[in-house]
Each structure stands twice: as structure tokens, then as C-alpha cells.
């Protein structure tokens, strides 16, 4: 049975280490040389044909390497069984000691996944506002629009009748009035036009309703994130900052020169530049993320704002258009 040291490092940073006994990894280094002695070729022997004995003296530190590498990762994952470790990133390992016949011993150093810590959420307080009536306005404007595409739908005229058989010389029948009547209500399944006036009122006062629910638990969530605080990994800045050096390696390629040219132009380093993109701290808070829903008119539109997958893919556009202004700034843009 393995054991382990877990120590919680700042910024989310965990170091394990690990002591395997020789019994538990013997297993792993008989496969691992079966399977690498079936593809050495050694002089005086066919190939895979050698003694097992004579492969393991020819592989020497290649064997041992190659039993590391599965053997690490999996004892990894062993010791991280039943503790609320989540890595975010690709675990580090370092060997501390190994001999064939003897045990194991290693540190492995991986990234937790944040902890986000949340202070007393029943002190906050907040109102719950009131929604607005829907005006006689706002329902004849959505009865219009339904109306003119209707219309659209519609066969524009019939064709001219003789006038033996009109009476009028040149008359054209059209197909319905150039105002909504009961025909047109019938066709969007209501009964007449005060049936669905009355029908668009109720779907409009259903609508402010839910979207007022949703800007008051919004108004919950934004006292919460004052009360609550998350330490960054390293990992997740160092990625962030990648993507950014990445745009301006663009921008930079799009003037015709080279990085290297324009940090030198610059005056700066690659490090300074990273330094003052951490200053700059390119984030979008959830206010800043609700301001730019609530520009949103088209009701429909602005609905499927409430899941979280529209929500992030939005906060992600509003990051690269923050980030994209910084390095216009940068480069001169």
C-alpha cells in the first residue's frame, strides 16, 4: 500500500509525495520489460529472443524511465483518491529515490482547482423591484410587426377580371385589408383582435415578469461576488497571458514586423510586457457582464442570456475586445 505527504502551497498549489513499496511496482517493471524485450535486438540473438536477464542489463536507466512513466501517473491518481484535489494543469513529478528491488519515492506538484471562498451570503440584502406594466404601445407594436410579416405571407393580388364580368373596368380584388382584423388574429390563433391583443399582453407582462426575476437574482449574485473571494492559480493567469501574446504577435505580423523588432521599438522585454498585462488585469466582472445583456432590446434575444453557456461565450467576446483595445493601444492601433 502506498503513503502520502499532501501540503497545500498558496495559490492553489499542491505537492504530494508519494513512497510506493517495491511490491506494488514490481508488477509494472516485469510488463514493462517483457513488452521492451520483445523489441530490442541484441547481437548473438534473434530479435525478442534474448534472456530477459541480458535485456534488462542492455535497457539499464531506459527501463527504469520507461516504468516511471506509467508508474507515476498512476500512483498519482491513487493517492489523490477520496481527497477534494481536482489538478487543473499537467502534474510536475520529481524522483527522489529508485532501485530496482527497493521503493519508490516521488513529488508530484499539480495545480488544485481554485477555491472559492464565500462569506456570510445572509447578511446581504436586496430589493426585489417591482415589474413594469406592459403599455397599450408595446402590445400594438408587437401586433404590427406579427401583421407585416403575416402580410409578406400573403398572395399580394388576384388577377385583373375581364370587365364583362366585373362591371369595372381594370378592378383588382386584393387579398385582405392594409390594417390587422379578425382574419388575421384567426390566422394567429386567436379568436378576434381583442383575443389577441389580450394574448400578446399576457406573453409581454410573462416576459418583464421573468426577465425582472432574472435581473433581481442577478442583483443576488453581485452582492455575493463582493462577499466572496478566489485565488488564482498561476497556471490559469500564465494561460490567459499566452492568448494575449499570441493577438499581439498578430497585430505586430500584420505591420510587417517581428516581435523581436517591436519589443526592441518598445524599449521593453517580453517579461515588462507580461508585467503590465497583469496590471492591467483584462477581466470582465458579472456587473460589466449584465450591463452589456441589458443593452440587448430584442426580448427573445436577451431570454437565452439565462444560461450559462450564451453567459460565458458572451464574457469571453466582451475579454478578447477589452484585450484587443489594450494591444491596439500597444501597437498604435
Do not use: C
Not at 510506493?20 to 523489441?39: C, G, N, R, Y
Not at 462569506?119 to 408595446?138: A, H, N, R
Request: net charge negative; glycine share 4%; aromatic share 6%.
Amino acid at each position: 500500500m502506498i503513503t502520502k505527504n499532501i501540503t497545500n502551497l498558496p495559490k492553489s498549489i499542491v505537492e504530494v509525495i508519494i513512497t510506493v513499496p517495491w511490491a506494488d511496482i514490481a508488477p509494472t517493471w516485469d510488463q514493462t520489460l517483457v513488452k521492451m524485450a520483445s523489441e530490442i535486438e541484441i547481437a548473438g540473438f534473434r530479435k525478442g529472443a534474448a534472456p530477459v536477464n541480458m535485456v534488462e542489463s542492455q535497457l539499464g536507466q531506459r527501463l527504469q524511465d520507461e516504468v516511471l512513466k506509467t508508474a507515476m501517473p498512476n500512483f498519482l491518481i491513487e493517492a489523490l483518491k477520496g481527497t477534494d484535489i481536482i489538478p487543473i494543469d499537467y502534474p510536475k513529478y520529481d524522483l527522489t529515490s529508485f532501485v530496482k528491488g527497493q521503493d519508490l519515492q516521488f513529488k508530484a506538484t499539480v495545480t488544485n482547482r481554485p477555491k472559492v471562498t464565500v462569506g456570510d451570503y445572509k447578511t446581504i440584502k436586496v430589493s426585489k423591484p417591482t415589474p413594469k406594466g406592459v403599455t397599450e404601445e408595446e402590445v400594438n407594436k408587437v401586433i404590427d410587426d406579427l401583421f407585416k410579416r403575416w402580410k409578406t405571407r400573403q398572395p399580394a393580388a388576384s388577377s385583373p377580371q375581364p370587365a364583362a364580368q366585373t362591371g369595372q373596368a381594370g378592378s383588382i380584388n386584393f387579398q385582405g385589408g392594409n390594417q390587422p382584423d379578425d382574419t388575421f388574429a384567426k390566422a394567429m390563433g386567436a379568436t378576434t383582435m381583442a383575443d389577441l391583443k389580450e394574448k400578446v399582453r399576457k406573453d409581454l407582462e410573462a416576459n418583464v415578469s421573468y426577465n425582472t426575476e432574472l435581473d433581481y437574482e442577478e442583483a443576488i449574485l453581485q452582492e455575493v461576488e463582493k462577499i466572496t473571494t478566489v485565488e488564482l492559480p498561476e497556471v490559469l493567469i500564465q494561460d490567459e497571458l499566452n492568448r494575449m501574446l499570441v493577438s499581439l504577435q498578430r497585430r505586430v505580423a500584420d505591420m510587417g514586423l517581428l516581435l523581436e523588432d517591436y519589443l526592441k521599438s518598445q524599449g521593453k522585454t517580453l517579461e515588462q510586457i507580461k508585467s503590465e498585462w497583469r496590471a492591467e488585469n483584462v477581466s470582465i466582472s458579472d456587473a460589466e457582464l449584465q450591463a452589456e445583456i441589458d443593452k440587448i432590446t430584442d426580448l427573445r434575444v436577451k431570454q437565452q442570456f439565462q444560461s450559462q453557456e450564451p453567459r460565458l461565450h458572451l464574457r469571453h467576446a466582451l475579454r478578447q475586445t477589452r484585450t484587443l483595445d489594450l494591444l491596439k493601444k500597444m501597437v498604435g492601433g
